[in-house]
Protein backbone atom coordinates (compact mmCIF):
# COMPACT_ATOMS: atom_id res chain seq x y z
CA UNK A 1 0.00 0.00 0.00
CA UNK A 2 1.46 3.25 -0.95
CA UNK A 3 1.70 5.75 1.92
CA UNK A 4 2.73 9.43 1.67
CA UNK A 5 2.79 10.45 5.02
CA UNK A 6 3.89 14.90 5.03
CA UNK A 7 5.02 17.05 8.26
CA UNK A 8 6.97 20.47 8.39
CA UNK A 9 3.80 22.71 7.92
CA UNK A 10 3.16 25.75 10.12
CA UNK A 11 2.26 29.52 10.62
CA UNK A 12 4.69 31.92 9.86
CA UNK A 13 5.25 35.47 8.72
CA UNK A 14 5.99 36.53 4.74
CA UNK A 15 8.84 36.57 4.33
CA UNK A 16 9.49 33.49 6.60
CA UNK A 17 11.09 30.36 5.65
CA UNK A 18 9.23 26.45 6.53
CA UNK A 19 10.47 22.90 5.23
CA UNK A 20 8.34 20.22 4.48
CA UNK A 21 8.84 16.99 4.69
CA UNK A 22 7.83 13.75 2.62
CA UNK A 23 8.00 10.28 4.00
CA UNK A 24 6.76 7.34 2.25
CA UNK A 25 6.50 3.85 1.97
CA UNK A 26 4.97 1.17 0.16
CA UNK A 27 6.94 1.55 -3.42
CA UNK A 28 10.17 1.66 -4.51
CA UNK A 29 10.48 5.49 -3.65
CA UNK A 30 13.48 5.69 -5.93
CA UNK A 31 12.13 4.55 -9.04
CA UNK A 32 9.53 7.45 -8.95
CA UNK A 33 9.80 11.08 -9.95
CA UNK A 34 7.81 13.23 -6.61
CA UNK A 35 6.24 16.22 -6.91
CA UNK A 36 4.56 18.20 -4.66
CA UNK A 37 0.90 20.14 -5.25
CA UNK A 38 -1.13 22.23 -3.12
CA UNK A 39 -4.48 23.57 -2.81
CA UNK A 40 -5.06 27.07 -1.47
CA UNK A 41 -8.67 27.85 0.39
CA UNK A 42 -11.42 28.26 -2.30
CA UNK A 43 -9.26 27.17 -5.15
CA UNK A 44 -8.07 23.74 -7.48
CA UNK A 45 -5.35 21.96 -6.58
CA UNK A 46 -2.07 23.77 -7.95
CA UNK A 47 0.87 21.63 -9.48
CA UNK A 48 4.17 23.12 -7.32
CA UNK A 49 7.43 21.20 -7.86
CA UNK A 50 8.44 17.55 -9.50
CA UNK A 51 12.08 16.22 -9.07
CA UNK A 52 13.30 13.02 -11.03
CA UNK A 53 13.90 9.67 -10.08
CA UNK A 54 17.81 10.28 -9.01
CA UNK A 55 16.89 14.20 -7.83
CA UNK A 56 18.78 15.46 -10.97
CA UNK A 57 16.13 17.26 -12.67
CA UNK A 58 13.46 19.64 -10.80
CA UNK A 59 11.08 21.88 -11.90
CA UNK A 60 8.89 24.71 -10.69
CA UNK A 61 5.91 26.15 -11.32
CA UNK A 62 6.66 30.09 -12.19
CA UNK A 63 4.50 31.19 -9.07
CA UNK A 64 7.31 29.47 -6.91
CA UNK A 65 10.72 29.45 -8.89
CA UNK A 66 13.19 30.70 -7.02
CA UNK A 67 11.57 30.80 -3.58
CA UNK A 68 11.22 26.92 -3.53
CA UNK A 69 13.47 24.04 -3.48
CA UNK A 70 12.62 20.50 -3.86
CA UNK A 71 14.93 17.80 -2.64
CA UNK A 72 14.74 14.17 -2.36
CA UNK A 73 16.97 11.23 0.07
CA UNK A 74 16.57 7.88 -1.54
CA UNK A 75 18.29 6.17 1.30
CA UNK A 76 15.39 7.32 3.57
CA UNK A 77 12.42 7.57 0.97
CA UNK A 78 11.73 11.04 1.83
CA UNK A 79 10.63 13.93 -0.05
CA UNK A 80 11.31 17.67 0.95
CA UNK A 81 10.55 21.05 -0.32
CA UNK A 82 12.17 24.27 1.44
CA UNK A 83 9.92 27.04 1.07
CA UNK A 84 11.85 30.82 1.05
CA UNK A 85 10.18 33.68 1.00
CA UNK A 86 7.07 32.89 1.78
CA UNK A 87 4.10 34.97 0.36
CA UNK A 88 0.77 35.52 1.91
CA UNK A 89 -0.66 33.53 -1.87
CA UNK A 90 1.41 30.45 -0.55
CA UNK A 91 -0.53 29.74 2.12
CA UNK A 92 -2.59 26.36 1.05
CA UNK A 93 -2.25 22.92 1.99
CA UNK A 94 0.85 20.98 0.66
CA UNK A 95 0.41 17.42 -0.28
CA UNK A 96 3.45 15.13 -1.57
CA UNK A 97 2.19 13.04 -4.98
CA UNK A 98 3.65 10.15 -7.43
CA UNK A 99 2.20 8.97 -10.34
CA UNK A 100 1.04 12.50 -11.51
CA UNK A 101 0.76 13.53 -15.11
CA UNK A 102 3.46 15.64 -16.22
CA UNK A 103 3.85 19.23 -14.31
CA UNK A 104 0.00 19.16 -13.23
CA UNK A 105 -1.54 18.17 -10.07
CA UNK A 106 -3.53 15.52 -11.16
CA UNK A 107 -1.85 12.20 -9.67
CA UNK A 108 -2.73 8.33 -8.71
CA UNK A 109 -1.71 8.96 -4.92
CA UNK A 110 -0.99 12.05 -2.51
CA UNK A 111 -0.50 12.17 1.22
CA UNK A 112 -3.18 13.90 3.63
CA UNK A 113 -1.32 17.29 3.39
CA UNK A 114 0.30 19.84 5.56
CA UNK A 115 -1.10 23.20 5.84
CA UNK A 116 1.25 26.18 5.05
CA UNK A 117 0.35 29.31 6.94
CA UNK A 118 1.34 32.64 5.39
CA UNK A 119 -0.04 36.01 7.64
CA UNK A 120 1.13 38.84 9.65
Known amino acids: EVRLVESGGGLVQPGGSLRLSCAAS????????MSWVRQAPGKGLEWVST????????YYADSVKGRFTISRDNAKNTLYLQLNSLKTEDTAIYYC?????????????RGQGTQVTVSS
Open 97 to 109: AKDCQWLLPQCVS
Open 26 to 33: GFAFSNYA
Open 51 to 58: ITTGGGST
